[in-house]
């Protein structure tokens, strides 16, 4: 198979779908709350809520808030992890560890190979004016627009200067059958 002038770049590794650090962190963050949700609901709460069944039929009651408590943990955490899905939270969250590691390790790289060992801290984007916010976002835009419409023009000029050769071409050709014809008619003229 041939070679292609221009290579792909390499596509970028696959983030993994196995909660990182951040993604287990939120889902035991609401394993707790669950838990503590749950944990409230029971049985002499249920009967606080219906005093006419605990006190006739107690062990019903019981039962149903066992079935409460169970169905309503399956529905939550069926929702929990429907959401996730949705959303992508697992790889964000496992994207947001790596741009955090890549940044700790090129905040180690700079640190290494400053003089002195510090690092002058960055500005944060926050403080900026928007002026310069609206630059620098925008700047790469511009630039490529910049580039294609300089390509543009200098294909414009060489069609420009191909047309002018062109005109010239045929002015010279224009002014020579005129020569010829001016010469036809005093030939003319003569005879």
């Given at each position: ?46 009967a ?48 947001l ?9 090129r ?12 690092v ?16 620098t ?39 020579d ?15």
């Amino acid at each position: 198979p041939p070679q292609s002038r221009s290579p792909s770049p390499p596509a970028a590794p696959p983030l993994p779908s196995t909660p990182g650090p951040r993604a287990a962190a939120l889902q035991s963050a609401f394993d707790r709350a669950l838990a503590a949700t749950l944990s409230k609901l029971t049985p002499t709460n249920f009967a606080a809520c219906f005093p006419t069944i605990a006190q006739n039929r107690p062990e019903m009651l019981d039962t149903f808030s066992r079935d409460f408590s169970g169905k309503l943990e399956a529905v939550c955490k069926a929702q929990f992890e429907q959401i996730l899905q949705e959303r992508s939270v697992v790889s964000s969250l496992n994207a947001l560890d790596a741009l955090l590691e890549d940044a700790k390790r090129r905040k180690a790289r700079a640190e290494a190979t400053a003089p002195d060992g510090q690092v002058e801290a960055p500005i944060p984007p926050h403080t900026l004016p928007a002026s310069q916010l609206l630059l620098t976002n925008l700047s790469p835009f511009l630039k490529s627009q910049h580039e294609s419409l300089t390509n543009e023009l200098a294909a414009v000029q060489a069609q420009n200067k191909d047309m002018a050769a062109h005109v010239g071409r045929q002015r010279e050709e224009m002014a020579d059958m005129v020569a010829g014809l001016e010469r036809f008619v005093a030939d003319l003229e003569e005879a």
